[in-house]
């Protein structure tokens, strides 16, 4: 079978529940992410005991740290800190101007799967991706954590090195993600040798011609590609 096995077999509403509970706990804490805590934990005792328990480790951490330093600690972490960026574009493009051609390709995902998204909110977001992928679009949200698998993944280990609290939160996302391959596990070290790109070069390892416009129209590739980091075989 040429297929990926993902490594915890998982009902849909196993999936569902959590990406659902990821998106609301990883959101900034505030007394909306503190109401959500009970019916986490609920859902939670559904799940495996791996992922379970990641989730419940984290709303211990949330109900026992005073809010002031819940919020001063998410800002450092995921304000302040290029490798645990919650914005999936920014491992494959930075600060480059290919950015905008990537959340297009968010923008356009939730369109077709009749998802309209408040400007307010930027669709790259690992809350956003997540709550998508958790209540319209299963595999086309899982299609989209796939694509930024490296990027995911240095966001991870970044966090697990740094004690955060917020690393199980992530280790359960990975949990319902296909395991690294070779080439993606390259794909992270580079990316954690590197870092994000801070301009428009570089960025060929990432490349996709499968979201290169001028692919499609015979141009070029070299001057129209998409980078965009997803794998081959990555989804099944």
Not at 217 to 224: F, I, K, L, R
């Amino acid at each position: 079978m040429s297929g990926r096995r993902a490594r915890t077999a998982l009902s849909p509403g196993q999936l569902s529940a959590v990406w659902q509970s990821v998106s609301l706990l990883l959101d900034y804490p505030d007394e909306r992410v503190l109401g959500h805590a009970d019916l986490v934990r609920s859902a939670s005792c559904e799940l495996p005991a791996a992922i379970g328990d990641s989730i419940r480790d984290f709303l211990v951490h949330l109900e026992s740290t005073p809010l002031p330093d819940l919020q001063a600690d998410y800002v450092e972490t995921f304000d302040n800190r290029r490798r645990c960026n919650l914005f999936l574009t920014y491992f494959a493009h930075g600060d480059t101007r290919k950015g905008g051609m990537a959340l297009l390709r968010f923008k356009q995902t939730y369109l077709q799967a009749g998802f309209e998204l408040d400007d307010a909110e930027l669709p790259d977001h690992l809350c956003v991706v997540l709550e998508f992928a958790a209540t319209i679009d299963r595999d086309r949200g899982r299609e989209l954590m796939l694509d930024h698998r490296a990027g995911l993944e240095l966001l991870r280990l970044s966090l697990r090195d740094m004690k955060s609290p917020w690393a199980g939160l992530i280790d359960a996302i990975t949990a319902t993600l296909p395991p690294l391959r070779g080439d993606e596990r390259d794909a992270v070290r580079r990316l954690a040798a590197e870092g994000p790109p801070e301009e428009e070069v570089g960025l060929a390892p990432f490349a996709n011609p499968q979201f290169s416009p001028g692919a499609a129209s015979g141009a070029a590739p070299e001057a129209t590609l998409l980078p965009m980091p997803s794998f081959p075989g990555a989804r099944t």
